[in-house]
Antibody, heavy 122, light 100 residues
Framework: QVQLQESGPGLVKPSQTLSLTCTVS??????????WGWIRQHPGETLEWIGY???????YYSPSLKSRLTISLVMSENHFSLKLTSVTAADTAIYYC??????????????WGQGTLVTVSS | VLTQSPATLSLSPGERATLSCRAS??????LGWYQQKRGRAPRLLIY???KRATGIPARFSGSGSGTDFTLTISSLEPEDFAVYYC?????FGGGTKVEI
């Protein structure tokens, strides 16, 4: 079955760029019908949608993060990535990579990675 | 904005759990429910307000439309004690913790 796995540094310094990769196994990200993206969760808090990308390359970003955010696909390696620039302590969170499908006008996140904790600290 | 209530629900195995999610505007049936166990990623339970996702047991059911939605667990199993979130678009509710 399709599985997602996040990878990347667990510690990032303030003002630097947070970079994460999500490797997809058991299925191809070039298959249409799914949106590949990221959700984060600050410690003890609810979930915050970050953004996603369709296999065509179309991207959809959270307005609050849009100016700092890039999500991209690497079809040849069957993975997608997140880059968040100019990070602060407020970006400390568990980052989940996700797969979403569209049904009736709403997106639903049916597949999740295990999550990776990213701490922003000097 | 999605508002979930109660924040915490204290129940025993075998009891019925009723969780509420209220949307600030009409979202028709466009609502999902997720379960998150401690230290784990969330799992999709319900989509389109009432449709169970693949592999979800029948004791989980969703209902509602417009602004008021309910997730019901008909008889709590030990593994059901977790935090539950509703979701519409990019927004998630604050969560309801179901505890023993």
């Amino acid at each position: 079955q399709v599985q997602l796995q996040e990878s990347g540094p667990g510690l990032v310094k303030p003002s630097q760029t947070l970079s994460l990769t999500c490797t997809v196994s058991g299925g191809s990200i070039s298959r249409g019908g799914y949106y590949w993206g990221w959700i984060r969760q600050h410690p003890g808090e609810t979930l915050e949608w970050i953004g996603y990308i369709y296999y065509s390359g179309s991207t959809y970003y959270s307005p609050s993060l849009k100016s700092r955010l890039t999500i991209s696909l690497v079809m040849s390696e069957n993975h997608f990535s997140l880059k968040l620039t100019s990070v602060t302590a407020a970006d400390t969170a568990i980052y989940y990579c996700t797969r979403a499908f569209l049904y009736g006008g709403n997106y639903y996140f049916d597949l999740w990675g295990q999550g990776t904790l990213v701490t922003v600290s000097s | 904005v999605l508002t979930q209530s109660p924040a915490t629900l204290s129940l025993s195995p075998g009891e019925r759990a009723t969780l509420s999610c209220r949307a600030s505007q009409n979202v028709n049936s466009l609502l999902g429910w997720y379960q998150q166990k401690r230290g784990r990623a969330p799992r999709l339970l319900i989509y389109d307000a009432s449709k169970r996702a693949t592999g979800i047991p029948a004791r989980f059911s969703g209902s509602g439309s417009g602004t008021d939605f309910t997730l019901t667990i008909s008889s709590l199993e030990p593994e059901d004690f977790a935090v539950y979130y509703c979701q519409q678009g990019a927004a998630f509710g604050g969560g309801t913790k179901v505890e023993i």
